[in-house]
């Protein structure tokens, strides 16, 4: 690796990376705060309190991961 | 009759630790991975070879892109993001040479059918192997963040939205947001690599009847193959772009927040300065 000679050297490459990441997390989240509504569901029997208390965290944080990846493009 | 199990075949147990074919795979390529550096660090000099800077020319184009977007604290980092990618390329393309995944122990699953169990795997077709490197990911970035941010920085940063009466709905939002990366990371590579792994031993399987027919036994697979080899490459090049990426983050995190306390005493543009220089 040679010497860090500024940042224009190695242009960075379209961040296609987080495309690829971003559909996936957004399914993720979702199944995540599902899952986690539904184990405690069981668990405590409060069936589907924890179920929809989860889906909506779920889905907030799939909202979040957009915001979070949009918020970065722009700072960039 | 070729088959591939969604988990990893067990060979043999050495005490406790069962040794998986998946195992063999990854075993295999940091074999592979040592004795080359160790082959190259010894042959390499200041003026390269032709075979040099061929070796060099990826190594040379995924740090041009960690030195682009990393920021001013790319060489802390930079090694691992290549370690990550040279171990999951060559964990990938290993999979694709002859005999890898083919030639193994031929096993009775009833009266009728034979199945091989082969003596080495794709190491990323194995859930374990990914989620192991996804959990390396992501105590590195967790790592990078308390250091750019200190413990109690990355705490607050973590647990305490803002404005503060919006944390116990937040919280956990952030929370899910956090773990759904390492499931992420580990779920892609796998994904692939597995369904990688299915496509090539359908082929075959379709083809084979072919062989004294017509050419397909040769052509058919030999086309999946070239593509497997373009998916592996891409899949370690997303794995190690992602995790530069939520590094980067976690640094960049720091960045937003000393440009508003400023605790070491900057001034509000030196604060800035860092995070406009990274872009």
Known sequence: ?76 | MVHVEIKAEELFAIGPLIVTNSMVGALLASIILLLAARWFTRRSGIVPSRGQSIIELPIEFLAGVVRGTGGKRWRQFAPLILAIFLYVLVANWLSLLPGVGTIGLAENIDRTHVVIVPFVRAAAADLNFTLGLALISFVSFIAFGLRANGWRGYLKELLIAEPPYMTPLLTPIHLISELSRVISLSMRLFGNVFAGEVLLATMLSLTTATVFILPLAFVIPGVFIGLELLFGLVQALVFALLSMTYITLAIAEHRQHGSEEHPSGESPEQATAPAHGAA
Do not use: C
Request: charged fraction near 15%.
């Open chain 1, 1 to 76: 690796m040679g010497p860090d000679q500024g940042d224009d050297k190695g242009a960075p490459p379209p961040n296609w990376g987080v495309a690829f990441d971003l559909g996936l997390r957004l399914g993720i989240s979702v199944i995540l705060g599902v899952g986690g509504g539904l184990l405690l569901d069981s668990w405590l029997h409060t069936s589907p309190i924890f179920t929809l208390v989860g889906m909506v965290l779920g889905i907030g944080a799939a909202m979040y991961t957009i915001w979070d990846v949009a918020k970065e493009s722009m700072r960039r």
